[in-house]
C-alpha cells in the first residue's frame, strides 16, 4: 500500500480487525489512541472507573473465551487497573491492558503521572518502544494463547511515527507453538480412572466450540470431575459427571480413584487442598492439551482407551439449603434459566451459589475463584454482558452479589443504565462483613433509582420468583435487593 | 503476647489511634486483637479509599497515617493510594495481610507479591517473617516514613505471624533503631547558604518558588520571614499552595500549566529563582529551555535525587526547608539587600493584570462565580482559614481551586499532584476531617472523581463524619475536554457523562443530606447550611460545561498563556436500540 501510515493509524486498524469492544477511561496520555477508537467501528464503552474497565474486560473475556481488552491511562489509570489484572492473572484470563505513558524524553523525570509500569507485568508487559504493528500481535498472542493479562505499555510519542510491519492483520501470523504437547497416553489400564477437567481444556476454542465439549465428554466410560472454573465443562446431571471437587467438593472421588488424569488443571491449592495434596499429587498424570478446535479434542478423547469401564461413582453429599441466606439463593437459582451465567462477587452468597447451583454449560458461574475479589461481580458481569452481545450467545446475565462487593464499584450502575445493559443484578444483604463486624448499609433501592434503573426489595424467600419471572419478561436492567440473615458456611475441605 | 497485640502495641508506642481499613481473612488474628484494644478502626468500603484516608489524613496532620488490608485483592486496592501518596511524599503506613510464611510463593488463594508490588511505589517496604521481629520493624517504618523526605512505607503480615507468639519483654520496642545507610541530611552546607544569600542580595529581579517540602518541613514562618525581609516575591507548586498566604503583596499565585499571569511572568523574568522544596514536574516547567532563562538558580531540597534532576541548580543545598531558611535568613541579615524596588513595581503590575473576573450571575454556574462564594462563605466562618481544609479532586476542579482560592495557611489545601489521582480527594477528606476534627473539610470534587469513590458515602454516614462534599456537576470530563477542543480539533470523544446519576438522591440513599445549586444567588447560603450543620453534606453544584481556564500548552513556555475556547458540549451517545441496529446491520464476525 501507498504512502506512511502513522502508528496510531495501523494500531486502530489491527484493533477493529481483531476486536470488537474496548473498556475504557480516558485521560491524557491515551487521548490520540482514545479519539482514534472513537472513529473506527469498535465499540468503546466509557467505564466510570479504570478498575471497571479492567473487570469487564476480565468478564468478556471469561464468557467468549476471546481477549478482552481495557484502556487506561498513565499514573493512577494504570494502577487501577492492578486489582482487575492481577484477579485475571490469578485465574488465567486473557486480559489485555492497553495503558498509556508519558513521552518517552520524560520516563523517570517527575513526569505528570509518570509511575513505574512494571506493577502491571504479573504474567508480561511490553513497552512498545518502536512504531511496530508486530509488538500488538505479540501481545495478542501471548494474551490469548498463554491465557494471561498482558500490558501493552504505549508512549504517546509513539503514535506519530511512521508505523512498520503494517502487513500484519491478527496474531495467528506471530504465534509460535513452543510447546510440543506431550499426549503420550493412549490408554488407561487403572481399575478406578478418573478425569480431572480444568478450564484449560477451553484451550482457544470458540465459544460455540466450547458448548459441545460436553457431548464428547459424557461418552467417556469413567468419572468425570471439575475445577470451579470448568464446572459445566460436562453437564452435572450426566451420570458419569462427579462435579465440583476440592474445597468446596468432593473429595471421596479423588482418594478413591487409583489415577487421576488432570486435563487442564493448574492443581490450586482449592481442587487439591493441603491435607491431602500429596496424596494426590502422587498419582496425577498431567495431560498437556490446549486445543485449538474442537476437532482436536474430540479426536483426542476418541483415541483414548479406557479399560475397566464399569467404575461409576455416585456423590451423595449434595448440600441442601437450611438457613435464610441458602434458600433465598436456592429460590433465585430455580426461578433462573438453567443456562443463566450467573457471576458472583467475593464472599458467603459465592459458596453458596457455588454449593446449591447444577452447572449444565461451560461458564454457568463466573468468580474470582483464585484470588476472592471483592468488587468483581458487577463490572464483571456487565463484559460478559456485552460479551454475550457480541457474540451472539442467547443467555441471561445474572449477578449474585453481597452488599459488601456490589458497593466496591457501585459506580459502573452508570454503564449498566445508559447501557440499557439487561443484567439481573441480586444483592444478598445482610449487613455484614463475613464475621468482622455489621455494617450499616445504604438503600441500594434508592442508589438504583439515582441511576434511574429498575429495583425491587425482597424480605420473603416466596417473593422471587415472580420479580424474576417479571424481569425476563422485560428487556432491561433490575436490581433486586434481597434482605437475608446470617447463616453460617458449611465446613470446607481443608 | 500475640503477634497482632504487639503489632497494635507498635502502632500505639507511635501515637496512632485512628486507622483506615478493611477487612479480610489474612489479617484476621489482628483484627481479632483490635476489638480489645482502644485504636479506632473506620472501616472505608473500599481498601483504595482507606490509602487515599490515610494519605489525606497524614497531609492534614503531618503525621503518619495508617491503612490496613488483606491479602491479595486487599493489598492490590491499596497500590494507587500507596502510589498517590508516594509521589506527594506523604506519610502512610501500609500494612497488608499475608498468607502463611510456609505458603508465600506457593500461588496461594489471595497470595500475590506484596512486596515486589509496592517496592516501585514505597519509600521502603518489609516482610516480617517472625513476630519477634514486629517490634522493631514498626520502629523503623516509623522512622523512615515520617523522616528525611516522607513517604509511605508498607509493611507485609503473614498470618502465622499474626498468630505466632513474642515475648515483649525480650524484645520490646526500641527506643532508636539503627538504620544502616539511611542518614537524611536536614542541614544545608553554610558555603553553599553563604553563596546564596549573595546571590539573592545582590539580585534586582529575585523569585521564590515555594514547593511542598515547604509545608512538609513546617517551614511557613521561615519563608514568609525571609520573603519579607528581601521583599521577594513568591509563587507555589500545586503541592506549595497554603505555604505562603495568598493574600499576601508578595503573593503572586500558582505557577505552572494552569498557574497565574504574575506568576509565570515572574519566573520567566526573574534573575534569581529560588526554589524550595519542589521537584520541577513538567506542570511547573513547561518548556525547560524557557524556564526561568535569564535567573540563576538556587534549588533546596531535602532529597539529593531531585536537585538537578530535571533542571540545572546553580546553587544547590541539600537540607530541610526550616534549617536551610532559617539560615539562609540569618546570612541575609548579615549582606546589605539591593533595592528590588522596580522589581516589585513590575510584580504589583503584574498582579493587576492577573486579577480574575469572578462575579458571573450566569447559569448553569461559572465555576469563578462559585469559587468567589465558597471563599467568601469560609472566610466568614474563619476569617484566617485556620480551621478550614479544602481538598480537591483531579481534573478542572482541582485547576479552578487552584487558580482561583487563595489559601492562607498550610496543610489546608490537599491535592493529588505528582500522581494526579481521579477519585483521591472524597477520602482524603475522610482523612483530613479525622486528623483535624474541628477544622471544616471541604471536599471539592467534579462529577467523574466523586464517582470513582462515591460508596464512601457509606462511611461519613455510619460514622457521622461531617464532611461537605462540593461535587462541580458539569456531566463531562472537563479537562478532557478542554484537551480535545484546544489539541484534538474539537472532537469531543467519550467524555459526556450523561444524565444520570442523580447525585442528590444518590447521598440520600446512604442517609446523607443533600442539595442541588442551580443558581448563583443560592450559593452562599446552601453553602453555610451545609458548613454550619456539623453534618455530612452533598452539594451538587450545576456548572456551566463549557467554561475553561487557560492553559500553558503541554511543553510550552510559561508566557504562552492559551485562552480557553468556548466550546458547547456535542452530545453523541448512543441509546443501546441504535447499537442492536447497528450490530444487527453487521455481519457477525467470527474470531
Not at chain 2, 246 to 269: F, I, R, S
Request: proline share 6%; glycine share 8%; aromatic share 8%.
Amino acid at each position: 500500500m501507498g504512502g506512511n501510515i502513522k502508528f496510531l493509524e495501523a494500531m486502530v486498524d489491527f484493533l477493529e480487525r481483531n476486536v470488537k469492544t474496548i473498556f475504557s477511561y480516558p485521560g491524557e496520555q491515551i487521548l490520540p489512541l482514545y479519539n482514534e477508537i472513537e472513529g473506527s467501528s469498535i465499540k468503546n464503552i466509557m467505564v466510570r472507573d479504570e478498575r471497571g474497565a479492567g473487570f469487564m474486560a476480565d468478564g468478556y473475556a471469561r464468557i467468549t473465551n476471546y481477549i478482552g481488552v481495557c484502556l487506561a491511562t498513565a499514573g493512577p489509570g494504570a494502577t487501577n487497573l492492578t486489582t482487575p489484572i492481577a484477579t485475571a492473572y490469578k485465574d488465567n484470563s486473557s486480559v489485555l491492558a492497553i495503558t498509556g505513558r508519558c513521552q518517552r524524553k520524560y520516563i523517570g523525570k517527575n513526569y505528570f503521572q509518570e509511575v513505574n509500569m512494571d506493577f502491571l507485568n504479573f504474567y508480561k508487559g511490553y513497552f512498545v518502544d518502536k512504531a511496530e504493528v508486530s509488538y500488538i500481535a505479540k501481545a495478542f498472542a501471548d494474551c490469548l494463547f498463554n491465557k494471561k493479562p498482558v500490558q501493552l505499555n504505549i508512549p504517546v510519542d509513539l503514535y506519530k511515527e511512521e508505523a512498520k510491519d503494517i502487513n500484519i492483520t491478527t496474531y495467528t501470523d506471530i504465534y509460535k507453538d513452543d510447546e510440543t504437547p506431550s499426549n503420550n497416553i493412549k490408554e488407561i489400564d487403572v481399575k478406578k480412572p478418573l478425569f480431572l477437567i480444568g478450564q484449560g481444556i477451553f484451550g482457544t476454542l470458540s465459544y460455540k466450540e466450547i458448548v459441545k465439549i460436553s457431548k464428547i465428554l459424557e461418552k467417556i466410560n469413567c468419572p468425570i470431575a471439575t475445577t470451579f472454573p470448568a464446572r459445566g465443562v460436562i453437564n452435572e446431571k450426566l451420570e458419569n459427571c462427579i462435579g465440583l471437587v476440592g474445597r468446596r467438593g468432593d473429595l471421596k472421588s479423588l482418594l478413591e480413584a487409583d489415577k487421576i488424569i488432570n486435563i487442564g488443571s493448574s492443581l490450586s491449592y482449592n481442587t487439591y487442598v493441603e491435607s491431602v495434596r500429596e496424596k494426590l499429587l502422587s498419582k496425577t498424570e498431567n495431560i498437556q492439551l490446549k486445543p485449538k478446535s474442537i476437532k482436536e479434542l474430540k479426536e483426542f478423547f476418541e483415541n483414548l482407551d479406557v479399560k475397566n469401564s464399569s467404575w461409576i461413582y455416585k456423590n451423595s453429599n449434595k448440600f441442601q439449603p437450611s438457613g435464610d441466606y441458602s434458600n433465598k439463593i436456592y429460590e433465585i437459582i430455580k426461578n433462573i434459566p438453567e443456562d443463566a451465567i450467573i457471576v458472583t462477587d467475593a464472599g458467603k452468597h459465592t459458596v453458596f451459589t457455588c454449593l446449591l447451583k447444577t452447572c449444565v454449560i461451560p461458564r454457568n458461574i463466573i468468580s474470582s475463584h483464585s484470588f476472592g475479589t471483592m468488587g468483581f461481580g458487577l463490572p464483571a458481569s456487565i463484559g460478559v454482558k456485552f460479551g454475550t452481545i457480541d457474540f451472539n450467545i442467547d443467555r441471561e446475565v445474572v449477578l449474585i452479589s453481597g452488599d459488601g462487593g456490589f458497593l466496591m464499584n457501585v459506580e459502573e450502575l452508570q454503564v449498566v443504565a445508559e447501557n440499557n445493559l439487561k443484567i439481573l443484578m441480586v444483592v444478598m444483604k445482610n449487613n455484614s462483613l463475613a464475621e468482622f463486624c455489621k455494617i450499616k448499609n445504604p438503600n441500594f433501592n434508592k442508589i438504583a433509582d439515582a441511576f434511574e434503573i429498575d429495583n425491587c426489595y425482597i424480605e420473603n424467600v416466596d417473593e422471587i420468583g415472580s420479580e424474576i419471572k417479571g424481569y425476563l419478561k422485560k428487556n432491561k436492567p433490575l436490581l433486586v435487593v434481597v434482605e437475608t440473615e446470617n447463616e453460617p458456611l458449611p465446613k470446607p475441605n481443608i | 503476647m500475640k503477634g497482632a497485640e504487639a503489632i497494635i502495641k507498635a502502632l500505639e508506642a507511635e501515637g496512632v489511634k485512628i486507622i483506615f481499613g478493611y477487612p479480610g481473612g489474612a489479617m484476621l488474628p489482628f483484627y481479632d486483637a483490635l476489638y480489645d484494644s482502644d485504636l479506632v478502626h473506620i472501616l472505608t468500603r473500599h481498601e483504595q479509599a482507606a490509602a487515599h484516608a490515610a494519605d489525606g489524613f497524614a497531609r492534614a496532620s503531618g503525621e503518619a497515617g495508617v491503612c490496613v488490608s488483606t491479602s491479595g485483592p486487599g493489598a492490590t486496592n491499596l497500590v494507587t493510594g500507596i502510589a498517590t501518596a508516594y509521589a506527594d511524599s506523604s506519610p502512610v503506613i501500609a500494612l497488608t495481610g499475608q498468607v502463611p510464611t510456609k505458603l508465600i510463593g506457593n500461588d496461594a488463594f489471595q497470595e500475590i507479591d506484596a512486596l515486589g508490588l509496592f517496592m516501585p511505589i514505597t519509600k521502603h517496604n518489609f516482610q516480617i517473617k517472625k513476630p519477634e521481629e514486629i517490634p522493631e520493624t514498626f520502629r523503623a517504618a516509623f522512622e523512615i516514613a515520617t523522616t528525611g523526605r516522607p513517604g509511605p512505607v508498607h509493611i507485609d503480615l503473614p498470618k502465622d505471624v499474626q498468630d505466632g507468639e513474642i515475648d515483649i519483654e525480650k524484645y520490646p520496642i526500641p527506643a532508636k533503631v539503627d538504620l544502616p545507610g539511611y542518614k537524611p541530611k536536614t542541614v544545608g552546607h553554610p558555603l553553599q547558604i553563604k553563596k546564596a544569600a549573595k546571590l539573592i542580595a545582590e539580585s534586582e529581579r529575585p523569585v521564590i518558588l515555594a514547593g511542598g517540602g515547604v509545608i512538609i518541613s513546617g517551614a511557613s514562618e521561615e519563608l514568609l520571614r525571609l520573603a519579607e525581609f528581601v521583599k521577594i516575591p513568591v509563587c507555589t507548586t500545586l503541592m506549595g499552595k497554603g505555604c505562603f498566604p495568598e493574600d499576601h503583596p508578595l503573593a503572586l499565585g500558582m505557577v505552572g500549566m494552569h498557574g497565574t499571569k504574575a506568576a509565570n511572568y515572574a519566573v520567566t523574568e526573574c534573575d534569581v529563582l529560588i526554589a524550595i522544596g519542589c521537584r520541577f514536574s513538567d506542570r511547573v516547567t513547561g518548556d525547560i529551555r524557557y524556564f526561568a532563562p535569564e535567573a540563576k538558580i538556587i534549588h533546596i531540597d531535602i532529597d539529593p535525587a531531585e536537585i538537578g534532576k530535571n533542571v540545572r541548580a546553580d546553587i544547590p543545598i541539600v537540607g530541610d526547608a526550616k534549617n536551610v531558611l532559617r539560615d539562609l535568613l540569618a546570612a541575609l541579615i548579615a549582606l546589605e539587600i539591593k533595592d528590588k524596588e522596580t522589581w516589585l513595581e513590575r510584580i504589583y503590575e503584574l498582579k493587576k493584570l492577573s486579577i480574575p473576573m469572578m462575579d458571573f450571575d450566569d447559569k448553569p454556574i461559572k465555576p469563578q462565580r462559585f469559587v468567589k462564594d465558597l471563599m467568601e462563605v469560609l472566610n466568614e466562618i474563619d476569617s484566617k482559614l485556620k480551621n478550614t481544609i479544602i481538598t480537591t479532586d483531579v481534573g478542572q476542579n482541582q485547576m479552578w481551586m487552584a487558580h482561583f482560592f487563595k489559601t492562607k495557611m498550610p496543610r489546608s489545601f490537599l491535592a493529588s499532584g505528582g500522581l494526579g489521582t481521579m477519585g483521591f480527594g472524597f477520602p482524603a477528606a475522610i482523612g483530613a476531617k479525622v486528623a483535624k476534627p474541628y477544622a471544616n473539610v471541604i471536599s471539592i470534587t467534579g462529577d467523574g472523581g466523586f464517582l470513582m469513590n462515591s460508596q464512601e458515602l457509606a462511611t461519613i454516614s455510619e460514622y457521622d463524619i461531617p464532611v461537605v462534599i462540593c461535587i462541580f456537576d458539569n456531566r463531562t470530563l472537563g479537562m478532557v475536554y478542554q484537551w480535545q477542543n484546544l489539541y484534538y480539533g474539537q472532537r469531543q470523544s467519550e467524555v459526556h457523562l450523561g444524565e444520570s446519576p442523580d447525585f442528590v438522591k444518590l447521598a440520600e440513599s446512604y442517609g446523607v443530606k443533600a442539595d442541588r445549586i442551580i443558581s448563583p444567588d443560592e450559593i452562599k447560603e446552601k453553602l453555610k447550611e451545609a458548613i454550619l450543620s456539623n453534618e455530612p453534606y452533598l452539594l451538587d453544584i450545576v456548572i456551566d460545561p463549557a467554561e475553561a481556564l487557560p492553559m500553558v500548552p503541554p511543553g510550552g513556555r510559561l508566557t504562552n498563556i492559551v485562552q480557553p475556547i468556548r466550546v458547547e458540549p456535542k452530545i453523541k451517545k448512543p441509546q443501546f436500540d441504535e447499537i442492536k441496529k447497528i450490530r444487527d446491520m453487521a455481519a457477525v464476525k467470527e474470531f
